[in-house]
């Protein structure tokens, strides 16, 4: 089995916060969707046979695209891969672009889950992030959405300056009096060459404060728990059967496309990733030629990624795994390095429900307390 992925990188305007590929203006869409359409049929021997059992439209703002547009290029992987029947299909939307007819119109289509971009219900937060919608709109497009969609998922985002506890905690309430069954949440962290980065340097944003950080997210671990959310991923809490399929095929190592401007691809031993220019893409594609740099992953490579993704997850590292896949110098070194963290219960064993078919009881995995600094402590197991 494997997923495609689909960036629309299209936004009407520029978040603070935000280093993802994308462009506000949108004279060169129409151009963009026919090159994803090329990039999908040239692509086509990529997977090896494998089937399709998801499609993730993510940007971007990919709600940008009209109905007929995502149609189209459902249409050409329908036409280029065998895919299963009833795939998850996500569209990545903004709460401004979900109207009552664009919701209605998006029930009559192949989508059939919602990833909208709250972030807050409060109008000071957003206006803080320069996002385009206010919390007007992020209620009324949960009010319909909800009528007319069951698997829907939310971002919101914490740990923004001067946001109480308090605050966090009705944003939280009111995604659960909506009935949400999955929420995606990050911290607002500073990327480079952000506009978030610059006004941080300037002082004319307040410097983000990672005790109040962990603070929200300790908060948001316990209230998600309590109102029936499992936290399968260390940014992810979904309700059981809610789990995202697409983006656990990441976490899993499972095969993956990633069509349009800088989207990333793994097939087995190799990554790749496009190039992150709009104009530059669409003359590559015009010609039939993938902007493409291709990247053969070592053992190494391999194993540290299998490490990171495994870790940020309620499946955590399979001791037998790694001895069947890598060997026993990297089982020994395993063992080794996590010795530390388990010492300090940052890191534990464990034999749980979510064992997905893994057999091995010596599971490696997160603690609570170990969880918001996942990312170094993976570091510091990797095979270098």
Known sequence: MAGIYIHIPFCKQACYYCDFHFSTSLKKKDELIKALINEVTLRKGELQGQTIETIYFGGGTPSLLSKD??????????????????????????????????????????????????????????RMMNRVHNAVEAKNCLSEATQLFDNITIDLIYGIPNMSLEKWNQNLEI???????????????????????????????????????????????????????????????????????????YWKGKWYLGIGPSAHSFTGNCRSWNIANNSKYIKAIQI?????????????????????????????????????????????HLKRASEKYIEQSLLCFTSNEFNDNQNSTEKLITTQKGKFLVDGIASELFMI
């Open 288 to 332: 039939n030629e993938l902007p493409n740099t291709v990247e053969v992953l070592s053992k190494e490579d391999q194993f540290n990624e299998y490490i990171m993704t495994g870790l940020r997850t309620i499946w955590g590292v399979s001791f037998d795994k790694v001895k069947t896949d890598f060997g026993e110098e990297y089982l020994q």
């Open 175 to 249: 995604t659960f009096d909506y009935g949400i069954n999955h929420i995606s949440s990050y911290a607002l962290t500073v990327e480079p060459k952000t506009a978030l980065d610059s006004f941080i340097k300037k002082g004319t944003y307040p410097p983000l404060d990672e005790t109040l950080a962990l603070k929200h997210f300790n908060h948001l671990v316990e209230s998600s728990e309590k109102n029936g959310f499992v936290q399968y991923e260390i940014s992810n809490f979904g309700k059981p059967d809610y789990f995202s399929k697409h983006n656990t095929s």
């Open 69 to 126: 547009e995502i149609l189209l290029i459902i249409e050409s992987i329908y036409n280029t891969f065998e895919v299963i029947d009833n795939p998850e299909i996500t569209l990545e939307a903004n709460p401004d672009d979900l109207t009552s007819k664009r919701l209605k119109d998006l029930t009559i289509s192949p989508v059939n889950r919602l990833s909208i971009g709250i972030q807050s219900f409060y109008h000071d937060d957003l």
